[in-house]
């Protein structure tokens, strides 16, 4: 069975930086897409950066050119480096995988949320 877990959360000041991590492990063959996700106090969950296998990227609107995705596939791992901070930018932040299995099948794993917030 695999997981994910994360790293890299807290308390920032606007402006500041932080650096998440969502590292996976277990009994994994392929790792296809990696996203992180945010959901702040009374919103919907909202995709905030994707990273396909090969690499492309995708970023919602509110945060491009302040985060960036990356990812180290030998260590099953994304990354989400976020500056530039908004207040707005407070949430719990969860990493997505998308499992590919030897035979092709294909599972979504969650990590279970970090909590980012940024206040001065």
């Known amino acids: 069975q695999a997981q994910l877990v994360e790293s890299g959360g807290g308390l920032v000041q606007p402006g500041g930086s932080l650096r998440l991590s969502c590292a996976a492990s277990?009994?994994?063959?392929?790792?296809?897409?990696m996203a992180w996700y945010r959901q702040a106090p009374g919103k919907q969950r909202e995709l905030v950066a994707g990273?396909?296998?090969?690499?492309?990227?995708n970023y919602a609107d509110s945060v491009k050119g302040r985060f960036t995705i990356s990812r180290d596939n030998a260590k099953k791992t994304a990354y989400l480096q976020m500056n530039g901070l908004k207040s707005e930018d407070t949430a719990v932040y969860s990493c997505?995988?998308?499992?590919?299995?030897?035979?092709?099948?294909?599972?979504?794993?969650w990590g279970q949320g970090t909590q980012v917030t940024v206040s001065s």
């Open positions: 997505n995988f998308i499992f590919v299995g030897r035979i092709g099948g294909r599972d979504s794993y």
């Open positions: 277990g009994s994994i063959f392929s790792i296809d897409d």
């Open positions: 990273i396909t296998s090969d690499g492309s990227t």
